[in-house]
């Protein structure tokens, strides 16, 4: 279960192909050049059924505040307005985002004890984050 991860941060140490998941998602140069010069830092909390992911960079901090099964609206970080589901299969977070007007994205957050691996995937293109566990 997730749960076991709850309060504890993960620092960016790794990025493939988030340029080009980036780019097909539409996503500007300037911005695409900061997303991919810093490294985030991600923690997930829970309070009750509901639960909160942020992420916070020198460039940007977001959370997104969720219930699992449930759909809700978002607003990526690069600006895009997409309807979420986030589901869970044992230590897997599975996030699907549907736009009106953009691509359905999945992004899975496979947490680990020292780890989360992220794995973004738009059209044919997969993106691999490794955060490694801050002491």
Known sequence: MVDAFHGK????????????YMHALGV???T??????????????????EFTLTSN???????ITFQLNKEFDE???DGRKV????T?????LIQVQKGEDSKETKIIREFKPDEVVMTLTVDDIVC????KAES
Do not use: C, H
């Open 9 to 20: 941060k993960f620092k960016l140490s790794s990025s493939e192909k988030f340029d080009e």
């Open 28 to 30: 500007g140069l300037l």
């Open 32 to 49: 695409r050049k900061m997303g991919n010069a810093v490294s985030p830092v991600i923690e997930l909390t829970k309070n009750g059924d």
């Open 57 to 63: 960079s020198t460039f940007k901090n977001t959370a």
């Open 75 to 77: 607003t990526t970080p």
């Open 83 to 86: 309807k979420s589901l986030i």
């Open 88 to 92: 869970q299969e044992g230590n897997k």
């Open 128 to 131: 691999k984050r490794v955060y």
